[in-house]
């Protein structure tokens, strides 16, 4: 299995070498490799799977198939930092155009990952980005990732006739 998982990077401090199917967060590494700082390690499908229940309300793959409950789904969508100037839902950002793009609304929930991932979901188009990159291989002196994260977002808005 490790064979299909793509290395992330090289760490000599601490000397892990090339890390691969671990994860790379040193606080995290030091905790076990669980933490929730540290991000969510899945597939694009995975990911995929869980937008669409998102903006289904919660229900998943099959009939009658639940994963969230509404309740928790609206909590996710919601704006609880109205006091501050950047928008968050439960567990998600909301309405940020440096990686939404064209998608990004006071609706459009997203997760990012230091590596460079991230998830946008879109209630009003109905729809669901998910990137996965890898910024920190074979080491971190890279940039952001934010204009390919809004490169994405912008060519599904305009595929689905958004300005």
Known sequence: MVGRIAATEYQADPPRGIVRGEVHDENAWALGGVAGHAGVFATADALATLGQA??????????????????????ML????????????????LDRRDYMGSLGGAATAGHTG?????LVIDPGSRSVVVLLTNRVH??????????????????LAQALGSP
């Open 114 to 118: 230091y590596t460079g991932t991230s």
């Open 138 to 155: 074979p080491s971190r002196e890279w940039g952001s990732v934010n204009p390919a994260r809004r490169a994405v977002a912008n060519a």
């Open 78 to 93: 919601a704006n609880h930092n109205s006091s501050l100037p950047a928008p968050h839902g439960l567990g998600f950002e």
């Open 54 to 75: 998102i903006l289904d309300g919660g229900t998943g793959a099959g009939p009658g198939a639940r994963i969230l409950e509404p309740a928790s789904v609206a909590a």
